[in-house]
Nanobody, 118 residues
């Protein structure tokens, strides 16, 4: 069983940066892929991107490429989402998720609100 606890998020002006963290408690994150998702008000949840168990980041949304960075530290059981050059359209609840296979997201964090003001 993997429990994910998120930290970070908040309110930031457009052009600003935020760091979201996803910490695992219980068993290690080693061997698990970790994904980041977001859901804006009135919209469906979308897959932002993730990082493989071997540490390769994959960015799904074209709108975040070059602005968002996903990294992991297995020793610290942490995965990070660094968000730079934030735009108002990045406003959403961001959630991390872990799974033993890519696309099989079994475990979820509690979600973090990110609000970007214009």
């Amino acid at each position: 069983q993997v429990q994910l606890v998120q930290s970070g998020g908040g309110l930031v002006p457009a052009g600003g940066s935020l760091l979201l963290s996803c910490a695992a408690s219980g068993r290690t994150l080693s061997g698990y892929h970790v994904g980041w998702f977001r859901q804006a008000p009135g919209k469906e949840r979308e897959f932002v991107g993730g990082i493989t168990a071997t540490g390769s980041p994959l960015y799904h949304l074209d709108s975040v490429k070059g602005r968002f960075t996903i990294a992991r530290d297995n020793a610290k059981k942490m995965v990070y989402l660094q968000m730079n050059s934030l735009k108002p359209e990045d406003t959403a609840v961001y959630s991390c998720s872990a799974g033993p296979a890519w696309g099989l997201w079994d475990y979820w964090g509690q979600g973090s609100q990110v609000t970007v003001s214009s």
